[in-house]
């Protein structure tokens, strides 16, 4: 069964520094998304991305944050300044064409920011 | 407005036994209600979805209820196993381009023996 997989499982990075988290949404998807959640906590909406722009952002989703799909199959999320508070789980989710698609998620990258 | 309540945060269920989890919500916007499961260090899968013109949908051992007078929608999973234990999140969808998800805040299951 395809899925979404996401890359590295685990970043570990300097408070101030820039991350790249990478995803590689199911091949025939359309439609993508970022998700984090904070441990123990629930799961929240950051970002919708549809036809190379983004069609919905969250009020988490500051300027430091940008996604980009830089090619056919990449999806990446971008924080140009990491906070303390951006440690969390970050999760990539796609969705095919279709008014009942699901959201399929990956397994998620750690962000551990020091 | 955009929350989905849901309880309860954790469940103790014998094996056999029937696991129910339910999930409140205001904004009529809604217009898809996902369950996912989670696992420990895996991302949400999806487990069972309904739509708000339906009022039950089942899979297997797993049902959803949904009361769209009363905004509200439960979970339940008959015959529960110890491989069910995981962490159960109710979702809501927002339509449009988007598609947003809101999720509830997650319920703890465990299933003993």
């Known amino acids: 069964e395809p899925e979404v997989t996401q890359t590295p499982s685990h970043q570990v990075t300097q408070m101030g520094q820039e991350v790249i988290l990478r995803c590689v949404p199911i091949?025939?998807?359309?439609?993508f998304y970022w998700y984090r959640q904070i441990l123990g906590q629930k799961v929240e909406f950051l970002v919708s991305?549809?036809?190379?722009?983004?069609?919905?952002k969250s009020e988490i989703f500051d300027d430091q944050f940008s996604v980009e799909r830089p090619d056919g199959s990449n999806f990446t999320l971008k924080i140009r300044s990491t906070k303390l508070e951006d440690s969390a789980m970050y999760f990539c989710?796609?969705?095919?064409?279709?008014?009942?698609?699901?959201?399929?998620f990956g397994d998620g990258t750690r962000l551990s920011i020091l | 407005q955009q929350q989905v309540k849901q309880s309860p945060q954790s469940l103790i269920v014998q094996k056999g036994g029937i696991s129910i989890i339910n999930c409140a919500y205001e904004?009529?916007?809604?217009?898809?209600f996902p369950w996912y499961q989670q696992f420990p260090g895996k991302g949400p899968a999806l487990l069972i979805a309904?739509?708000?013109?339906?009022s039950e949908k089942k899979e297997g051992r797993f049902t959803i209820s949904f009361n769209k007078s009363a905004k509200q929608f439960s979970l339940h999973i008959m015959d529960s196993q110890p491989g069910d234990s995981a962490t159960y999140f109710c979702?809501?969808?927002?339509?449009?381009?988007?598609?947003?998800?809101?999720f509830g805040t997650g319920t703890r299951l465990q299933v003993t023996l």
């Open positions: 989710a796609s969705r095919g064409t279709g008014s009942y698609q699901p959201q399929h």
């Open positions: 091949s025939n998807h359309l439609y």
């Open positions: 991305f549809y036809n190379n722009e983004i069609s919905e």
């Open positions: 904004n009529t916007a809604f217009d898809y």
């Open positions: 309904i739509r708000p013109d339906v």
């Open positions: 979702a809501a969808r927002t339509g449009g381009t988007a598609s947003k998800l809101t």
